[in-house]
């Protein structure tokens, strides 16, 4: 592009920017977030772009023939998305790659409308997750019993936590009722007998609560210089975790178990 004008500019500043919310989104380190959009930036004619990043907000600025667009957007944390990452990369490439400058913001804004955003069905979901928490049951000495109630609570707790999100409860009472929930259930092992290991029933079922992708995006962003972000990451993982905590000792008091893990 030989000339850009405002009106251009600022649809080329609006792509960017929602390049970088929808990568914040669905779980982006803050290095790729500010990355790609700086190179989508480029790659449809801008001189430089400038990107700030905050746990909650994007700062974007894009510089065009000593001409300056700034715009500020909110975030909203949505579940993490693999694969919609990879659609926003090969999209950048392919807007690196493309010679024909001439319908490249419109080519460019489609591909962005038709991202493909589907998920798994909740109830594929949350078998899956029912089984993992019981195959770390199973690895870790508990018996077919045990197992199958892992399996159980561990399924029941993936629902309840993909209900309360899609009905948009805060994220840390969805994870202390998650969790409450999850070792409820776990706990029933110890009024039936079941097994010989109970305590392995209620540490699996809330194997699914454990914060991982946030824990090392938040390493990731503090090695790599982005510190305040890291650390507002790691604050909201910590705050996962002990809400976590909550949810556990909240049932095991109701239910007056006192020698959990002993």
């Not at 079941?194 to 992708?213: E, M, Q, R, T």
């Not at 938040?218 to 910590?238: E, H, P, T």
Request: glycine share 6%.
């Amino acid at each position: 592009m030989t000339s850009i004008s405002y009106v251009q500019q600022q649809h080329i500043t609006r792509l960017c920017v929602r390049c970088g919310l929808l990568l914040m989104q669905y779980g982006a380190e803050s290095a790729v977030v500010v990355d790609l959009s700086k190179r989508l930036g480029i790659a449809l004619g801008m001189n430089s772009v400038e990107c700030s990043l905050n746990f909650n907000a994007l700062t974007l600025t894009t510089i065009c023939d000593e001409r300056c667009i700034t715009t500020t957007r909110d975030t909203i944390n949505q579940s993490i998305n693999v694969n919609l990452l990879v659609q926003i990369q090969k999209i950048v490439n392919k807007t690196e790659a493309a010679t024909n400058n001439n319908e490249l913001i419109d080519l460019t804004t489609t591909a962005f409308d038709k991202l493909d955003k589907t998920v798994y069905p909740t109830w594929i979901v949350c078998v899956f997750v029912g089984v993992s928490c019981a195959a770390f049951a199973y690895l870790n000495g508990g018996s077919w019993a045990i197992t199958a109630v892992t399996f159980i609570a561990g399924m029941v707790a993936m629902f309840t936590r993909i209900y309360l999100s899609k009905h948009h409860f805060n994220p840390f009472i969805t994870i202390i009722v998650t969790a409450f929930i999850a070792s409820l259930i776990g706990s029933t092992t110890y009024y039936f007998n079941v097994g010989d290991s109970a305590d392995i029933a209620v540490a699996s079922s809330v194997l699914l609560l454990v914060p991982s992708f946030p824990l090392i995006n938040s390493l990731s962003d503090i090695l790599k210089g982005y510190v305040n972000i890291g650390i507002g990451r790691a604050v909201f993982a910590y705050m996962l975790t002990l809400s976590s905590c909550v949810g556990i000792v909240m049932a095991l008091i109701l239910l007056q178990i006192q020698h959990w893990g002993f």
